[in-house]
């Protein structure tokens, strides 16, 4: 009891916690259950501290790996595309050179190795003029069937086009009155060759063959020379020769006192029949208007070119 009176309240307890030994291992428990709570709660902190960690690195793994996989997704795709553009590229040969049409000049780049068909679809996107209305003429009348490569055709070169759009062919006049009844009659006496007919025979027998015409070959088709086709003459006698110029889509009547300049998409037809009795000559017709009437005439037109004339100023298209 004395021990209890000399505890104050309101003084320090750890006092008579020194001073009394019964009390002593009071002191003891209660510091060891204070560094024990203190231990729990470092544990506590501790592997909170360690959770948050993972948790973030497991976040960041994820981000990473997204990342990672996108970027495959995008490296895939860009391969595709390219694979893809690699094979929309044309790696066959190609030949530059220019197409001239009309006084015009395109310049064109195409693969050697496609047809003259395939160029006259392209070059009817250049100029308008169908394709079923052309002519390309390089060294000649080119074939549809032909190739760049087999016509030799070389970088700078110039390929010909002759031909006319829907809107010059739509574009023909009305024949008049005149021109009908003149058509209708010589329709009448179309039956006997034109040879025998009286405006031709009266030619033939006033001027006969001209000295310096040209041998003429029945039976054979040849391409145009290189040189103006003379030796011809027209209706009053006069000298005639005909020359192709192709870079100026025109023909050429040449006579002594003058020389017509006809842009070929003017001429509607060319027409034409062996001399009877001359079979290796022929009378050429060329149609400047609507009929037959508004023909120019022109006797001892060599036979083995009549063809070569006619596909010249006409191509293979003849729509009258």
Known sequence: MTYCKRIRINKNILFLLEVTSPYRHLLTMASEESEISK????????????????LE?????????????????????????????DSSIDT???????????????????????????????IETLTGVPSAMQKIMFKGLAKD?????DLKVTNGAKVMVVGSTLNDVLSVSKPSEKEIKEAAKSETSSKEPLS?????????DKYGKPDDALPGVKNVKEPLPPTPVAGMCN?????????????????????????????????????????????????????????EASNY???????????????????KWQLF
């Open 92 to 122: 066959r040969q190609k030949v530059d050179f220019k197409v001239i049409f009309n006084k015009q000049k395109y310049d064109v780049t195409f693969p050697i190795d496609e047809t003259i068909a395939k160029l006259k679809s392209h």
């Open 235 to 291: 209706k009053s006698g006069g000298k005639v020769r005909l020359t192709f110029k192709l870079e100026l889509d025109q023909v050429w009547i040449g006579t002594k006192e003058r020389t017509e300049k006809l842009p070929m998409n003017s001429i509607k037809a060319v027409h034409s029949e062996a001399i009877v009795g001359h079979e290796g000559y022929h009378i050429l017709g060329i149609q400047l208007g609507p009929t």
């Open 196 to 204: 025998k007919l009286k405006e031709h025979k009266k030619v033939l």
């Open 57 to 85: 690195n497991k976040e960041k793994s994820e981000d990473t790996g997204g990342t990672s996989k996108d970027n495959n997704n995008c490296s895939q795709n860009t391969d595709v595309t390219t694979n893809e553009s």
């Open 39 to 54: 231990t729990v709660q470092d544990i506590e902190v501790e592997t909170t501290d360690l959770q948050n960690k993972e």
């Open 297 to 315: 005439w022109i006797y001892w037109v060599p036979a083995q070119y009549v063809d070569a004339i006619k596909d010249t100023i006409l191509g």
């Open 145 to 149: 069937e032909s190739t760049l490569n």
